[in-house]
Nanobody, 124 residues
Framework: QVQLVESGGGLVQAGGSLRLSCAASGRTWSNYGMGWFRQAPGKEREFVSSISWNGGRTDYAESVKGRFTISRDNAKNTVSLQMNSLKPEDTAVYYC?????????????????WGQGTQVTVSS
């Protein structure tokens, strides 16, 4: 069992930055790939970024590539998403998730554990 709690969301102006954190607990958390997803009102949940169990492999949606950076610290049981140059279209609830395997894929169906989400609002 893995428990995930996100933090760091908020309101920011376009062009600003936020850093999301996901605190994980569970005996085998460090074995899992981790992902960040987001869901805007009226839209489906979409992939944002993922990182493998050891941080050696990362992936980004085209819409955030070059602006967002994912990282993890297995010693501190945290996964982070640094978001720079934010745009109004980044407004959404952001979710942290743990993959059932070590790599972290784009398909949300491969993720077994989800946090409760944190709201990110970017004003124009």
């Amino acid at each position: 069992q893995v428990q995930l709690v996100e933090s760091g969301g908020g309101l920011v102006q376009a062009g600003g930055s936020l850093r999301l954190s996901c605190a994980a607990s569970g005996r085998t958390w460090s074995n899992y790939g981790m992902g960040w997803f987001r869901q805007a009102p009226g839209k489906e949940r979409e992939f944002v970024s993922s990182i493998s169990w050891n941080g050696g492999r990362t992936d980004y949606a085209e819409s955030v590539k070059g602006r967002f950076t994912i990282s993890r610290d297995n010693a501190k049981n945290t996964v982070s998403l640094q978001m720079n140059s934010l745009k109004p279209e980044d407004t959404a609830v952001y979710y942290c998730a743990a993959d059932r395997g070590p790599w972290g894929y784009r398909d949300p169906r491969t993720y077994d554990y989800w946090g409760q989400g944190t709201q990110v609002t970017v004003s124009s």
